[in-house]
């Protein structure tokens, strides 16, 4: 069992920034595979990066690319996401979430039914 907790969340207004943390325990987090995900109001979750196991391989959706950083720190259990010039449609529940580490694939890091263990979200709200 791996649990996960996200924090960092918050207000901002567009173009700031915000770094989201994900704290892992339960298991050796560097057999997992890290990804991030959010759901805005009214619409489903959706992927918005991915790292393997030992951050040598990064996945974004094409909306936050150049503009999103996915890290980890296995020594420290943790996955981070650091969130530049925010836009207001960045607004969303943000979940961490992790899988056993496997081949590395998109196919294989996009989906959410292919994350085993989550965190309850954090909320990143930016304002216009």
């Known amino acids: 069992q791996v649990r996960l907790v996200e924090s960092g969340g918050g207000l901002v207004q567009a173009g700031t920034s915000l770094r989201l943390s994900c704290a892992a325990s339960?298991?050796?987090?560097?057999?997992?595979?890290g990804g991030w995900f959010r759901q805005a109001p009214g619409k489903e979750r959706e992927f918005v990066a991915a790292i393997s196991w030992s951050g040598g391989n990064t996945h974004y959706t094409d909306s936050v690319k150049d503009r999103f950083t996915i890290s980890r720190n296995n020594a420290q259990n943790s996955v981070y996401l650091q969130m530049n010039s925010l836009k207001p449609e960045d607004t969303a529940v943000y979940y961490c979430?992790?899988?056993?580490?496997?081949?590395?694939?998109?196919?294989?890091?996009?989906?959410?039914?292919?994350?085993?263990?989550w965190g309850q979200g954090t909320q990143v709200t930016v304002s216009s």
């Open positions: 339960g298991r050796t987090f560097s057999n997992y595979d």
């Open positions: 979430a992790a899988q056993r580490a496997r081949i590395w694939t998109i196919a294989a890091v996009t989906p959410q039914n292919e994350y085993a263990y």
